[in-house]
Each structure stands twice: as C-alpha cells, then as structure tokens.
C-alpha cells in the first residue's frame, strides 16, 4: 500500500483520474504520518472552443455545443498557428471523475492565473469569478462537486480590452493573450485545514541570528466548532539535521470561519543567509492537529535583508550595486503566455549567464519563475500592471475609483501569493504612468500605502520616464529609491552625453537617494531608427560607463533580454508581432549584443590570460568598483586545455579567496600535457554559473 506521501509524488500531469482510482478510503483512514494536503494537475483532458457571440452562461452554450478541440493548459488561442488575432470570449471544458472518499475532504480548484477574466462553472452552476486581474492566482471552493461521479468545468475567458482595470484598455507594452495561461490544480485537504503560511525572516545586524515568525491561515469547512493545535519545524533546505520548533499553539475556530494564527517568534542561531550567490533555503512545516487528523503544510523561504542606507543598497549588511536584465514572458510565438517550465528555464540560465542579478517585471510572474530565482539567486522588483501615461489620463472619480480598487486586488493577490519568496525585494507600484500628474500621484500613494500595511519589510519603487525636466516635480522621488527609464539614442535623441545630463539632474533634485536606471537600450520601434544590433552594443557599452560615474547609481536594468511580442508591436504579424529590442530574438538565438552585456553586467572588469615567463600561464583579473560591484565570496577558477583535434584534454579547478570591489589577484596555471592548442578559463560563481569567460588560442598569447 502506497503512502499518502508516495501517492502525492505519483500524480504525473495528466494523471488526474489514474492515479485518483489508486486512493482508496483504506490509505486516507490509516497512516501514522500526518495528511500533507495533495494537488492534482488538470493539465490533460481539456477542451476548447472560441465564442464570439459571447455566451454568458453554460445554458447558452448549447446550440454551440459542437466545435470543441482538445487541448493542454496552459493554453493560449493567441500562439502561432492559432488565433492570435482574435480577443474575445473562449470556453475551456473538463470532465473528470471524483473519487468518493472526496466526499469527506475539502477539495478546490486553483488557477494560477487566467488572463483577464474567468467566469468558472461546475456541474452548471457559478463557483467563482475572477474580473480583470490576468495574472495573479485565485482559488474556488467546489461546493457542488459530486463524489463517485463526473463533474464538468465549464471555464468562460474573456480577454477584451476593459477601461476599469489594470492594464486599461490598450495601454500596455506586452501580448494580450487570452486563455488558462498558466497551470490548474486540484487540492485536496481536511475539512480544517491551513490555507496558506506567512514567513518573515529577518537576520541581525550581525548576521549572527535572525528572527522566525510564521503565521498560518486556518480555515474551518465544517458546520462544528474546532479546537485545533498548530506547532511548526524549521530546518535548512535539504538538510538532515534536527528542527528548530514553533509552538504548540491552540486556536478555536467557528464554523465556516477562519483565523490567522502567529506562532510567535523564535530566534535561528548561524543561519544561512539567503544572497544571489549563495540562495540558501529553509523549509517550514507547520502541522494542525485537529478533532479527526493531522495536516501538514510545507512552504520554502529564505533568510535576508536588503534595505536602502543613504544612496545605496545593502544585502545582509553588505554594500552592493547591482546590474541585471528584464525578460519579457510570453514571447515565445508557439507558447505565448501558456510557457513552459523548460522554456522559463532556459530563459533564466541565460539570464544568469548574463550576470543577472537584479531583475525587474511589469506584471506578476508565473510562480515557477520565481522559484528559479529563489533557487538559483536572482533579485526581483515584481510589480502592479499599472503601465503607459494613458492609463490615468483625465480620470473620471468613478473610473479614478475603479482603477485604484483593481490595483489594490491585484496588488493583495501578488503578496498574498509571493511574500515568501526571498527572491522579491521590491513591490513596483507603476511603471511610466506619468509622475507629474495628479491622477496618477493618487493611485501610487493608495497603492504604497497598501503595500506598506501587507509588507513592510519590502522597498517601494515607480519607474518613471518624466525625469528629464523639472525631476523634482515627479512622484518618482516620494518612494525608497528613484528609478529612471531611459532611451537616449532610440525613443529619445542624444547620447552618452545627454545621459549623463539627466542623471546629473536626478541626483541633485533628490540628494541622498539612491537611483536605479529601471530600463535603458536599444528598440529598433521607429521608422527613422536603422536596424542593427551594433547599435545596442554601443548603448550597452557606452550607457553603462556613464553610469559608473554616479555613485548614486545603485541599480542598472538593460531592457531587455528578449525581442518580445505584444499587442502595439510594429514588426512582424500575428503571433509574431514584436518589438526588436532584446540581446536574443523570440526563439532565444543570441545576437552579438548578448556578449557585450554579459562583460558589461560582470561584475569583472579585467580579465588577462597570458603565457608566463615561468612557463605555464597567468591569470590576472581586476573586479569593479561599481555597477556591478560586490564581493566575490566562494568563487572558482576552472581552466581547460584543448590539445589534440581541438579537444579537452586537461584542466582544474581553484577555489579563490573573496575578492572586494576593486580588488586585483594574478592566478598560476600549469598544464601538463605539452601540445596547447588554447587554454579556456571561466570564472565561476558558488551556483556554478561563469561570470567571464577568457580564451588564449596559442601559445603567441593571441585572444
């Protein structure tokens, strides 16, 4: 008899109604080990048609029953070889068979995100909407589902441009692709059972302790009162070693009702702190005990701190300036939206072989992206779709209200979903929306305060494009650090020159505050621009140098990684409409760019390979000072010898003392073998990726 636990890791995608046959009421009724609530993916099964009549209800659907396609989700209609020019109304269908033994389990459906708004019906009857919030997650109870038999979801989807949400009507830089974008699941739990978990954790100034406090939401579904007991366990990810313990802690719950329950704090002594170089992971289990049965909840977070002290960052007490890369999702033109985790994947590494380590997104991102960024140390400022100068441009009060009410939904969805996420150290609030109107103040400050009450422990940021005159006179100056978007030489004429100007004048319009170059680069999106990716080479190069010169420059985000689809793109047709603007094209192939952002962003600035007078070779490498600049702690050198038909032959690996910004070291390489035909060197970081690559062709010293 398989375990509760063994049946969780059973369930393949797809696997639904198999392995649900597999779980009989014998393995729910007898376990020592407490239930870990089990998901379900819907991701086989579906069906799928468009509506442009725009049905309302199932029962309208019925003279159209016929026309359905079978499908996956995620799912777009909008990817290549679709629709992709149809915005409308969509059906998604799935019939599945529920077990009986669900007859005694709490079961809901959640949506990680459905773009723009779901209607969601089982068995012919409403369950739940979700109206204009395309990329945040939302979960419905199953009242009317029926043990032992088939059940129908009907999802209807509707991706119209709307004027009282977020992103308003047309006003935004990205696809409109409408569908189940990303995944479904089933969850399966007791009747009392723990929602979802709160974490923060904080270390001392010190580094020698930090504070635990974690917060479950428990929900009671039952018509009886409950008395339960929660207590919780804290141990490093993948570690065998014994738990730090929370609680016992009781909690009386009333029927139908819920209750937030803080276990206090507790101290972790030599804790290990979450970095992007080294992204240590801690597991929280929490355990209610109730009338009839344990449940258990598991939730990863990380330990650290990153705080704004006068016009620079730190991260756990260390100075840092940081450079990165923004990635447009859904600009794959056979997935859009609905991607793939090895497609989000591959997109990462290539961001971190960039020497990505601060990132930014104009919309909640796909749980799985960060995941990657929580695993594998990138820095994330995630943020409210609120986008473009026409979003609050001569706002009635009622649209004005309407506005500020969605932003604030969508906002509470995104912390509720991914405050444990150590990767997020920044809520964005807005993104060009014009920091000198008065409509716009408005929102950003509802906005902020919000964010403040949910989550305090984050910064708060707008990216602004009205810095160029009168900066003081622009919102951008009222949050925890100044961010500019700037397109000197594409959207904007001038050149390094002009950029300097414009810093110049941030800088003394907000004195003491860090600044952080939100976007800059190269879009290839006017007539009069000429194509050609030297052209982002040089803005990459040359903007970035004038950069360095301000030491209040605290953060660089070049945009962007990716050509990227969207609804306003000037090139390309249908699922290939885009703008021309990233180091790699919409299938990823790298452009020459990519190697001249990937030497800008490392946080190297010298790198000699040459033969020496010894014999053998030398390594000489200087870091930078600023932009990017942070020690280098845990660090290798590995080297490769090509010899014989141009194939590895020998090599090694060094570990390497912490080099500080500005620092310089020589390294001695001695191969063995006599016919070099070139020597590669990669400089390494503790997650394994290289930070610059140097290659000598022979033994001339020719590179």
């Known amino acids: ?233 804290i141990r490093q990810d993948g570690s065998a070693g014994e738990e730090l ?24 002594r030599n804790p290990a702190l979450w970095h992007f170089d080294t992204p240590h992971l801690y597991q ?4 209610l005990k109730s009338a009839s049965e ?22 756990n007490g260390e100075k840092v300036s940081l450079i990165g890369v923004e990635r447009m999702a859904g600009s794959h033109p056979e997935m859009g939206f609905a991607e793939t985790t090895e497609w989000i994947d591959s997109n990462h590494r290539d961001m971190k072989e960039l020497n990505c380590v601060f990132t930014r997104v104009h919309w909640p991102q796909d749980r799985r992206v960060l995941d990657f ?44 979903r991914d405050r444990n996420h150590p990767c997020i150290v920044v809520w964005g609030l807005c993104n060009e929306v014009d920091g000198k109107n008065p409509r716009t103040r408005q929102f950003a400050r509802t906005i902020s305060a919000e964010a403040r009450r949910l989550d305090a422990s984050r910064l708060q940021t707008y990216a602004s494009h009205t810095l160029a005159t009168d900066p003081a006179s622009d919102m951008a100056g009222e949050f925890d650090f100044v961010s500019t978007n700037e397109y000197y030489g594409s959207w904007t004429p001038g050149g390094p020159a002009d950029v300097e ?8 319009a907000f004195p003491g505050k860090p600044i952080v170059v939100s976007e800059y680069g190269w879009c290839e999106c006017q007539p009069a621009i000429m194509p050609g990716d030297e052209n982002r080479v040089f803005i990459v190069n040359s903007h970035t140098e004038v950069f360095r010169k301000f030491p209040e420059v605290a953060g660089a985000i070049y945009f962007d990684y990716d050509d990227y689809r969207t609804l306003v793109g000037d090139k390309g047709a249908g699922a290939l409409r885009q703008r021309v603007h990233g180091v790699v094209d919409l299938y990823g192939r790298r452009k020459p760019s990519f190697e001249a952002l990937r030497l800008q962003a490392s946080p190297v600035e010298r790198a000699i390979l040459r033969e020496s007078a010894e014999g053998g070779y030398e390594f000489e490498i200087g870091t930078r000072q600023q932009l990017p600049g942070y020690t280098l702690r845990g660090y290798s050198l590995r080297w490769l010898v090509y010899g014989y038909d141009d194939l590895p032959m020998e090599g090694g690996k060094t570990e390497l003392p912490d080099l500080h910004p500005g620092s310089s070291q020589t390294y001695k390489i001695k191969p063995s073998i006599p016919a070099v035909r070139r020597m590669v060197v990669d400089l390494l970081r503790p997650t394994g990726f290289s930070i610059i690559t140097v290659e000598c062709l022979d033994k001339a010293g020719r590179h």
């Not at 701190?305 to 016009?311: H, Q, T």
């Not at 009622?398 to 506005?403: D, G, Y």
């Not at 500020?404 to 509720?416: A, H, S, V, Y």
């Open 1 to 233: 008899m398989q375990s509760r636990r063994q049946f969780l890791h059973a369930i393949s995608a797809g696997g639904c109604l198999a392995a649900a046959e597999r779980l009989t009421a014998k393995t729910l009724a007898n376990s020592d080990e407490p239930l870990t609530p089990y998901t379900i993916s819907l991701r086989d099964g579906w069906e799928f048609r468009m509506d442009p009549s725009a049905a309302q209800q199932p029962s309208d659907l019925l003279p159209q029953m016929s026309g359905w396609s079978s499908i996956q989700v995620p799912h777009t209609w909008q990817s290549l070889g679709r629709s992709p020019e149809y915005s409308g109304v969509a059906w998604y269908r799935l019939r599945f068979q529920a077990l009986a033994e669900w007859s005694s389990r709490h079961v809901r459906i959640e949506f990680e995100a459905v773009n723009h708004t779901a209607h969601v019906f089982l068995n012919g009857k409403p369950i739940g909407e979700h109206v204009g919030k395309g990329y945040t997650a939302f979960t419905f109870d199953l009242p009317q589902l029926k043990p032992a038999d088939e059940n129908t979801l009907l999802v209807r989807v509707d991706n119209r441009p709307q004027d009282r949400m977020l992103p308003r009507n047309k006003s935004y830089d990205w696809p409109d692709d409408g569908g189940i974008i990303r995944p479904v699941n089933l969850l399966i739990t007791p009747r009392v059972f723990i929602e979802r978990v709160e974490i923060d954790a904080v270390p001392d100034p010190t580094g020698v302790s930090a504070e635990i406090r974690i917060r479950a939401l428990v929900r009671n579904t039952s018509q009886q009162r409950q008395a339960t007991t929660l207590h919780a366990g």
């Open 245 to 268: 313990r929370l609680g016992p802690l009781s909690a009386s719950l009333e029927p139908d009702g819920c209750k937030l329950v803080d276990l206090g704090p507790v101290a972790l």
């Open 294 to 315: 344990i449940q258990e909840f598991a939730e990863h977070f990380g330990i650290r701190k990153f705080e704004v002290r006068g016009s620079a960052f730190y991260l």
């Open 284 to 287: 929280a289990r929490v355990e």
């Open 373 to 416: 960024c929580d695993r594998h140390g990138i820095l994330m400022q995630q943020e409210v779709p609120a986008w473009g100068p026409e979003t609050f441009w001569k706002t009635s009060n009622e649209v004005q209200h309407a506005l500020e009410q969605n932003g604030l939904d969508q906002l509470r969805e995104m912390i509720q």
């Open 501 to 508: 100007s414009h810093l110049d004048r941030i800088r003394k």
